[in-house]
Each structure stands twice: as C-alpha cells, then as structure tokens.
C-alpha cells in the first residue's frame, strides 16, 4: 500500500462542475502540498497546508490531520484546469516528500 | 509564495554528451534542494538531496557519477546528466527549503530527450 493514496486517478468533469479529488496518507506529516502537472510536464505549485483550509481563486484544499485526509476542490470548472493534480505530505524528519500517483482531470467544454 | 525556477525547460541532446540543469531559488535562501526524476505516468521519485557546500546525498540506485550535483550557493543548485543515454529521458524537477524544513517549493521542471 502506498503511503500517499488518491482518488479518482481518472476524473472527467463538464466545464462548470464542482470537483473534488482525494488524497489520504498513512504517515505522520508536517505539510501536504498540492501540486498540478499540466500535458506540457511544468508543475505548479497549487497549495502547501498543515492544518485547516486555504483557498486561491476557485481552488479549496483542505486537511483533516486526525483523519489523514485531505481534499482538493475545483469550484465551477474550466478547460484550463484539465491537468494532472498530484498530493505530496512532508514526513519522515519533515524533508522526505512522498507523491501520490496523481489524478488526471479532464474538464470538457 | 516563495519562486523556484529551473532552467532549461527543454532540452535535447544527443547520446553521450552532458546536460546541466540549473534550479535556482529566486527570493529566498535555500539551505537543502532536491532533485526528483519523474518516469513516464508515473510519480516523481526522489534522486538526490543536497545541502548547500556539502556533497549530495543520493538515494538507493541513484548513480552519483552519472548525476553529478553542486549545490555551490544558496540559491542555486545543479544536476549534470554525464554521459546521457536515451533512458536518461525523463523529466527532472528540483525543489527547494530555506528556514522552515517542511516548507519545500518545487520549480517547474526540465525535461530532457536523449536522442
């Protein structure tokens, strides 16, 4: 079992949906980041969160330390925002990242 | 948020030359960077962690020689491929941590094509 799981690793969404992609861990973490890998490869860094929510534009991540999970919400949907979403905790004497496998989003017009 | 920045996005090169690729933190001191390879569908994986003036510390199967790291300031970091073969293709991102050790930024990535 991976330490780092998410879900759906497929997600297809219409353009305006609300989204949601998963991430749970099974380690003990100092940070989780969120993380968007777009076709060309560049990744952005989207979140980095220990506690509670943030929220930048009409993204949402949040985490649940006790529950070990965290949530990554898209509100309102665009093409543009068809990417590759990829969850890593900070653990293990806090600099060791561990990736989750990534969910593929598709957002069609 | 603090910016990391990688330079070149792209490369091609051919086999049996080296390809450096720069990482640099652009406003902020960054004590420990990281290199991450990422295979095709796959995660990024863990290469190397280096600390500024000291030797790399590579991870398990990770040839030291063939991916020479320097870490000569505290804004920037670079990984040499040496000898590069096509299964060197990857995408080769870098991140970075300045005074609080969790707070890591990842800069955009490289990806290299060995032909």
């Known amino acids: 079992k991976n330490e780092v799981e998410q879900s759906p690793q497929n997600l297809t969404a219409q353009e305006g949906e609300f989204i949601t992609i998963n991430c749970s861990y099974s380690?003990?973490?100092?940070?989780l980041h969120w993380l968007q890998q777009h076709p060309g490869g560049g990744i952005v860094s989207l979140f980095m969160l220990s506690s509670g929510k943030k929220k930048h534009g009409r993204l949402i991540a949040t985490i649940n330390i006790q529950e070990k999970h965290s949530s990554l919400h898209i509100t309102a949907s665009h093409p543009r925002d068809s990417a590759v979403y990829i969850c890593a905790v900070n653990s293990g004497g806090y600099q060791k990242v561990t990736f989750g496998t990534g969910t593929k989003l598709q957002v069609i017009p | 948020g603090a910016v990391v920045s990688q330079h070149p996005s792209w490369v091609i090169c051919k086999s049996g030359t080296s390809v450096k690729i720069e990482c640099r933190s652009l406003?902020?001191?960054?004590?420990?960077m990281f290199w991450y390879r990422q295979f095709p569908k796959q995660s990024l994986m863990l290469m190397a962690t280096?600390?500024?003036?000291?030797?790399?510390?590579?991870e398990q199967g990770v040839e030291k020689d063939k991916f020479l790291i320097n870490h000569a300031s505290l804004t920037l970091s670079t990984l040499t491929v040496t000898s590069a073969h096509p299964e060197d293709s990857s995408f080769y991102i870098c991140?970075?941590?300045?005074?609080?050790?969790?707070?890591?930024?990842f800069g955009p990535g490289t990806r290299l094509t060995v032909t």
């Open positions: 380690v003990g973490i100092s940070a």
């Open positions: 991140s970075a941590t300045g005074g609080n050790s969790y707070e890591q930024y």
């Open positions: 406003d902020f001191q960054a004590t420990t």
């Open positions: 280096s600390n500024e003036g000291s030797k790399a510390t590579y």
